[in-house]
């Protein structure tokens, strides 16, 4: 007797059913979303933690590399009180008031567990979000591409007064820090955490910093810092083992002599860049390839070989080393390649849905809170 065959399952009953659900809520996130709307598509923003999570994970008071111009989405202007480049705090008021004014529907600390598609009809989607699923024509994976730090793979990295992450620069005070890295992140940390009277050590693997890819308001600081000793570089040095009451580097000296380093630090800070989270991208299959794991899919379209799923943002850029390519100032128009795509499709409706259009009941309801609630 032949072996049955295994029934198909069943496509899951969907507590929402949209055109387009967004994997993330960035910048690039919310502007596709935006897009799309005005596009008469009805899509949602599903994001794993706060609005704007990778950003919100920056030391406060970080500002920008890029200028305001180049990091406004959705064609809303980005003004500083001072005119300056945005701070992590301005940057992140600025995309509430964006998502706000646009109405876009974003569900926060909603994490994405798993993406299918319908048994029954193999051209839509289904996401499951925490228990719930939604189903879907498309599916956009703007997540971004520094999801968790790098690690040393060394002994004793996992201890609590080890971080990937600079924290508020106040808890510092007083303290004795290793900064362990040579670019941005951690010259920035080493420069913010000097300041708040930090007794500051950097490590880093190379003879001296790289000429290119520091912040140019950074470099002549760092440099002379180091200069004057108030903060002591350690250059051809490696961590190699973390213990509570010491940290082990070995230092290659001018000589070329190697030497082995006992020092106690209260914190160490591992900045030494971030690793993008693959898993949607290998749960679904999507093929990728080297530097960086970077997703394949077409740049006319944004498409991967899976119809209906898509990339945008710095996610198209995997894993990135410290030389950048792919920013979030040079990604803005995956958002009309996509809805071009999906209107040329037939996803959408022919007519903008109302959400996203700035009518007058939010005037009235202002008004109808002056008239209660007056200020003066």
Same mark, same amino acid.
């Given at each position: 007797m032949k072996p049955t065959e295994p029934n198909a399952a069943a496509p899951h009953e969907p507590n929402r059913v949209c055109d387009v659900v967004v994997v993330g809520g960035g910048p690039i996130g919310i502007e596709t979303a935006i897009e799309m709307r005005r596009n008469g598509i009805d899509a949602i923003v599903v994001e794993a933690g706060p609005l704007g999570h990778t950003i919100s994970w920056w030391a406060p008071q970080t500002r920008w590399f890029s200028s305001n111009d180049r990091i406004s989405i959705a064609g809303v202007p980005l003004n500083t009180v001072d005119q300056a480049k945005a701070s992590r705090e301005e940057y992140l008021t600025y995309l509430r008031c964006v998502v706000d004014q646009f109405k876009v529907p974003v569900e926060t600390f909603s994490r994405v567990e798993k993406i299918e598609p319908r048994p029954d009809e193999p051209r839509r989607w289904q996401v499951r979000v925490q228990s719930k699923w939604i189903e879907a024509s498309a599916v956009v994976l703007a997540i971004g591409g520094t999801d968790h730090p790098n690690r040393l793979n060394i002994p004793g990295e996992d201890l609590p007064h080890v971080d990937g992450y600079l924290r508020e620069a106040h808890h510092y005070h007083g303290r004795r820090v290793l900064i362990v890295g040579g670019r941005n992140s951690a010259v920035e940390a080493a420069i913010r955490l000097h300041r708040v009277g930090a007794n500051v050590t950097l490590s880093y693997h190379r003879e001296e910093l790289p000429t290119t890819s520091i912040k140019y308001w950074l470099r002549p600081e760092i440099d002379g810092l180091i200069r004057s000793k108030a903060i002591e570089a350690l250059f051809e040095s490696r961590v190699t083992a973390i213990t509570p009451e010491r940290v082990d580097l070995e230092q290659t000296l001018p000589d =070329?002599?190697?030497?082995?380093?006992?020092?106690?630090?209260?914190?160490? /800070?591992?900045? @030494?860049?971030?690793?993008?989270?693959?898993?949607?991208?290998?749960?679904?299959?999507?093929?990728?390839?080297?530097?960086? =794991?970077?997703?394949?899919?077409?740049?006319?379209?944004?498409?991967?070989? /899976?119809?209906? @799923?898509?990339?945008?943002?710095?996610?198209?850029?995997g894993t990135q080393s410290s030389k950048y390519q792919v920013f979030l100032e040079n990604c803005h128009d995956h958002a009309t390649k996509i809805t071009k795509h999906l209107l040329e499709n037939g996803i959408g409706r022919s007519e903008p849905s109302d959400e996203a259009q700035t009518d007058s009941s939010s005037d009235t309801a202002l008004n109808r809170q002056i008239e209660m609630n007056p200020e003066s």
């Open positions: =070329g002599r190697h030497h082995t380093l006992h020092m106690h630090f209260d914190d160490v /800070l591992t900045l @030494i860049g971030y690793d993008q989270d693959k898993t949607l991208f290998k749960q679904l299959g999507i093929a990728m390839e080297d530097p960086g =794991g970077k997703p394949v899919h077409d740049d006319a379209t944004m498409e991967t070989a /899976l119809p209906g @799923i898509y990339v945008a943002g710095t996610a198209v850029g």
